[in-house]
Nanobody, 122 residues
Framework: QATLVESGGGSAQSGGSLRLSCAAPGFAHTKYCMGWFRQGPGKGREGVAVVTSDGTTTYADFVKGRFTISKDNAKKYLYLQMDSLKPEDTGMYFC????????????????WGQGTQVTVSS
């Protein structure tokens, strides 16, 4: 079954770190683009970072140098290491997958998890 389940969200102070995980047992990571997206309070969903089937990564400008996306093809897990967190990083974070173009646009993604909440306080 093609399900995505996120975990690892929570609260952190500005400058702190969190690590998100996404279990994706129904996906062949060698065939799908996987990504992290977020939706802040009162905002639309936006792309954070994506990784292609061969491991090429793309980051949104607002997280470059602070967040790192990675995956474990054998365990079928996707990760997002978030460092130097800022209050504006607060939001619901979603894991997503697509067999199509590996871009930061949420509309390109077919499969979505339920999300995990991240709250960063100043």
């Amino acid at each position: 079954q093609a399900t995505l389940v996120e975990s690892g969200g929570g609260s952190a102070q500005s400058g702190g770190s969190l690590r998100l995980s996404c279990a994706a047992p129904g996906f062949a990571h060698t065939k799908y683009c996987m990504g992290w997206f977020r939706q802040g309070p009162g905002k639309g969903r936006e792309g954070v970072a994506v990784v292609t089937s061969d491991g090429t990564t793309t980051y949104a400008d607002f997280v470059k140098g602070r967040f790192t996306i990675s995956k474990d093809n054998a365990k079928k897990y996707l990760y997002l290491q978030m460092d130097s967190l800022k209050p504006e990083d607060t939001g619901m974070y979603f894991c997503a997958a697509t067999p199509f173009a590996c871009v930061l646009a949420p509309d390109e993604y077919t499969y979505w998890g339920q999300g995990t909440q991240v709250t960063v306080s100043s």
